[in-house]
């Protein structure tokens, strides 16, 4: 029987996977425009995905469907396409000065940006396993990926991506495989708990699901690799990680969790998962090893909203979006600071940076304060409120209770962080001079951090946007 087949509900998909084979051609038959190639089809990917009718569908048998589109999807296919043109934003610089090969710079970022896609509407485990890989395989060339090498830490934070990663994916197609052999179903929509003897089958299939989606969100115990990984990572490229790579997983898990009834393992990673963050965050030096460690933390609140089931799963999405603007500001920030090629530093070297840049140091202090649940950050406020909201009345008052005394710990190095960039700085000869340099950065890197903070302050003010975009 010939299927047919929806190429308008596919035009996100054909855009995304356009840039990338665009910038390859560009690569190989002219050797430059790389970087404006990507930009306007990243702007063209989220073009598509709003014009594309909700509800359209394809690869269906019967009722089920591979590729559906729903609002959900279109908002998350816009932010993916909206966080690559960020972080190509934020590496110009340093690609122009020629700190990494363009060409394939362009090109790994747009086939992740290609995978992010394929998660936002896949309905199958399949699709959503696939584009998970897609999504991430690029990642761990571009950790690596520079054309001067300063030290070993690049390319050993790659191989630890690597590494774990694999393990994870293993995990995730086993529990696959056993779903599969318990309820014969693949497609989301169809997946169920299983019955009779098949049922402790189901259950174990679903659980190595989880534990193989929850790398993607750096939960414990799979999160050794994101500290290192971020830190030895390009700053703009640990954004990545940290905003759209995350972002991924967050859909994974919530595609299957709203499903299943993994609550109760899913509760215990979430705590485990903001506890450890938030804790080993409190002893860090480094400020990329700091947002590392936070950026776990935040994965546990997220968690904790999905907990729930499908009662939690909108609003773990929401915190997501909230979480991924936020996110990326501080790491744009860090990036505005350092300048192109330079890692995140230690936290001393960005003493009294808020008298020398103000609007970066504006910039971060926005970040820290929306981390933290803390007003100017009204986006991080509301997200925060809404997870323990959702975990009241859905009776997980305790698990609540546990996000709120993390919270409270969180403020403690996010407090920390925000005044030694209003500090005074220390006088030469005591700090090296070169931590007291003026603070210089390109200009298309401040535009970027710009833009991204003015479209978290506007979500900020109306957070119930992104609930009714959710909703559709």
């Known amino acids: 029987m010939t299927q047919a087949v929806n190429h308008v509900a596919l035009l996100p998909l054909y855009a995304a996977a356009g840039t990338a084979l665009l910038v390859l051609v560009m690569d190989l038959a002219l050797g430059r425009f790389h970087l404006q190639a990507a930009v306007l089809g990243g702007l063209a ?23 559906t589109v729903t609002p959900s999807a279109g908002l998350m296919t816009v932010l993916f396409a909206g966080l690559t043109v960020g972080v190509l934003g934020l590496s110009a610089p340093a690609l122009r000065r020629g700190l990494a090969p363009a060409g394939e ?62 393990v994870s994916t293993a995990i995730a197609l086993l529990g696959a495989a056993l779903l599969y052999a318990a309820t014969g179903a693949l497609h989301l929509d169809a997946l169920t708990e ?37 830190d030895g990572a390009p700053v703009p490229v640990a954004a990545y990680l940290s905003t759209a790579s995350k972002l991924g997983g967050v859909l994974a898990l919530g595609a299957v969790v709203q499903r299943l009834d993994t609550g109760p393992l899913v509760a215990v990673l979430a705590v485990l998962t903001m506890t450890v963050g938030n804790l080993v965050a409190l002893r860090q030096t480094r ?59 230690e936290l001393d070297d960005y003493r009294g940076t808020g008298r020398r840049a103000r609007w970066m140091g504006a910039a971060l202090v926005l970040a820290l304060a929306g981390l933290a649940g803390l007003p100017p950050g009204l986006s991080g406020l509301f997200a925060k409120v809404a997870v323990v909201g959702t975990l009241i009345e859905a009776g997980w008052g305790w698990l609540a209770g546990v996000v709120a005394l993390n919270a409270v710990i969180a403020l403690a190095y996010y407090v920390r962080v925000a005044a030694l960039l209003y500090a005074a700085p220390q006088p030469v000869g005591v700090v090296d001079p070169d931590l007291l340099r003026a603070v210089t950065h390109p200009r298309v890197v401040s535009r970027v951090v710009v833009v991204a903070a003015a479209v978290t302050i506007v979500v900020g003010f109306a957070p119930q946007a992104v609930f009714d975009a959710l909703a559709g």
């Open 45 to 67: 990917t989220a073009v598509c995905a709003v014009a594309v009718p909700d509800h359209a569908a394809t690869f269906c048998s019967g009722d089920l469907c591979s590729w």
């Open 105 to 166: 710079f362009c090109f790994l970022l747009t086939c992740a940006m290609t995978g992010g896609v394929v998660v936002a509407y896949a309905g199958d485990l399949i699709s959503l396993i696939v584009g998970l890989e897609t999504l991430t395989l690029p990642l761990y060339v571009l950790v690596g990926l520079r054309r001067v090498r300063l030290s070993a830490a690049g390319a050993s934070a790659a191989v630890t991506f690597f590494l774990i990663s694999v």
């Open 194 to 230: 299983g019955s009779g003897p098949y049922a402790p089958l189901a259950a174990v299939g679903a659980a190595l699901v989880v534990i193989g989606f929850a790398f993607k969100v750096a939960a414990v115990p799979l999160h050794a690799w994101a500290p290192a990984t971020y």
């Open 287 to 345: 400020m990329v090893r700091l947002l590392a460690w936070s950026s776990v933390a935040q994965a546990g609140y997220i968690l904790a909203a999905l907990a729930v089931g499908a009662a939690g799963v909108e609003t773990a999405y929401a915190y997501a979006i909230f979480f991924v603007l936020l996110e990326f500001i501080a790491f744009g920030a860090v990036t505005a600071i350092r300048g192109p090629g330079a890692d995140g530093g």
